[in-house]
């Protein structure tokens, strides 16, 4: 009967709610290949927002952009162990083209540490070649048996940034330098609360010394990993030979750094914002900020179409991204339904009564109504986008504090990762954790580096806890 008069509602079934969501809100739509889907304008233009925030902030920080090939020699990947490990059982491989058999197998790109490890090898030279600071926007192919949209498909969008340095020391301020910029789109523009942290041995990237991410609290109370960067150190600069003449005159390795964020980042927004009507985009990557929704009759009809075509020219003026639903086809109910579906901020209504008053009616995504001046609206109109966004900030942090629990018992820990996030000692052995994860299916979110130093015992084998700190522990996507 749900399904019948809107979305299923979250606490029945809360993944047939977000598939129901990003389709109904013509965000994307299955491919015809198994575990692919295709990115409708409207979920597209919420993912080029993303970019355009993201693209601006690492070219702030002297990043440069460059693409290189979807096609990877298998003998690369191979040239570092525990990389190709990690991705071989997702890996998409071209054994034929041209009507004939390769000499050599290519791998469909899952990543590309290894091409950029060969072509580095051939550019840096010398310490003033140094520091190598690219990123790259593309796709990339992981074949995954279990898919999602946004969250798990077999090709998805992404960046991922490549850099090369002189020294470790450099490369591990790189490295929390980029997780910063990820988590000040996660905070400042996505209005997500993240957890940054560091991954376990078992969680970390394949190839990494060590990887550090941001953890956002979905609305079933699961973990999404929304952003990574990692130091790989001299892994793949041995790999690749990959040596540079210092200033000293020595011969040495360099130190890289990679680090991403694909459209996941949607599912994550979806996912921690969406109520039972659908979306609720942060305003400030919303590609529809304001729609404005002129209700007539045929005898009011041009007048109230003009007046809200001038507000909406007025609204364009200060800045704001507008969109005026002028379809005669449909109901204005109908059309307050879809606007709420798909998640725009606030909605304009305007009648012949509203322009006799000289005013128009505001009804926010997050409940409420308002009367005011059409002469105001776009002066008044930021300052309600600046309070939406941290009223939805705030909500989404509201609801993790209230899910996530500290616990000492292994009693404890099961009933915390069934509601939410638990902050448990962990001592740090793979054996353990994956012991865990059989049975509870929670897994190793981060060591938050915000988390009091503290010290204690394993939550399930009682071991002194590795770490110096809690570890967050959830089920997660």
């Known amino acids: 009967m749900a399904k019948e008069k809107g979305l299923t509602p979250q606490s029945q079934d809360f993944s047939e709610w977000y598939l129901e969501v990003i389709q109904r809100a013509e965000l994307a739509d299955y491919g015809p290949v198994r575990g692919t889907i295709v990115v409708r304008p409207y979920g597209y233009a919420l993912w080029e927002n993303i970019q355009g925030v993201l693209d601006r902030m690492f070219k702030e920080t002297g990043h440069q952009n460059a693409y290189f090939p979807l096609f990877i020699p298998m003998s690369f990947l191979r040239k570092e162990a525990e990389h190709v490990e990690g991705f071989s059982p997702e890996l998409a491989v071209v054994t034929h083209a041209g ?22 090898s051939r550019w840096i030279r010398s310490w003033r070649d140094l520091p190598q600071l690219l990123n790259q926007w593309g796709n990339v192919v992981r074949w995954e048996m279990r898919t999602r949209p946004f969250l798990r498909t077999s090709e998805f969008l992404w960046q991922e940034g490549h850099t090369a340095h002189a020294t470790r020391e450099e490369a591990e301020e790189e490295v929390r330098r980029m997780l910063g910029i990820y988590a000040k789109l996660a905070r400042e523009y996505a209005a997500l609360p993240v957890i940054e942290g560091l991954k376990t041995e078992k969680e970390k990237f394949a190839g990494a010394v060590y990887t550090t991410t941001i953890e956002a609290m979905m609305r079933d109370g699961k973990a999404l990993q929304s952003g990574t960067s990692h130091y790989l150190g001299e892994n793949f600069a041995r790999a690749f030979d990959i040596k540079f003449q210092d200033k000293d005159l020595q011969v040495k390795y360099v130190h890289t750094t990679s680090w991403g964020l694909s459209w996941r980042f949607l599912g994550a927004i979806i996912m921690t914002h969406g109520d039972d009507g659908g979306l609720i985009l942060p305003p400030r ?9 002129p209700i007539y009759r045929e005898e009011s009809r041009e007048r109230v179409l003009e007046a809200a075509l001038d507000l909406k020219r007025r609204l364009l003026q200060a800045g704001l991204r507008v969109h005026l639903d002028d379809r005669d086809q449909h109901t204005p109910g109908y059309k307050f339904h879809e606007w709420e579906l798909k998640g725009v901020p606030f909605r304009i209504e305007l009648g012949p009564k509203d322009l006799e008053a000289g005013e128009a009616v505001l009804a926010s995504r997050l409940g409420g109504k308002e009367r005011l ?12 986008l600046e309070a939406f966004h941290q009223a939805l900030y705030q909500r989404a942090l509201d609801f993790r504090e209230a899910h996530i629990r500290r616990v000492d018992t292994y009693e404890e820990f099961q009933e915390a990762v069934g509601e939410g996030f638990a902050l448990a000692f962990h001592c740090g052995d793979r054996a353990c954790e994956r012991a865990i994860q059989e049975e509870t299916t929670a897994t190793t979110r981060c060591v938050p580096f915000e988390a009091e130093p503290e010290e204690g015992l394993c939550v399930r084998c009682g071991r002194p806890a590795a770490y110096g700190r809690r570890v967050v522990f959830a089920r997660a996507y």
């Open 285 to 293: 990557l919303a590609p529809i900020q304001v729609v404005v929704v």
């Open 373 to 384: 001046s059409l002469g105001a609206l776009p002066v008044l109109l930021p300052e309600r």
């Open 99 to 120: 009507g004939e058999e390769l000499e050599e197998p290519l791998a469909v790109r899952p990543t590309s540490e290894t091409v950029i490890g060969y072509m580095w």
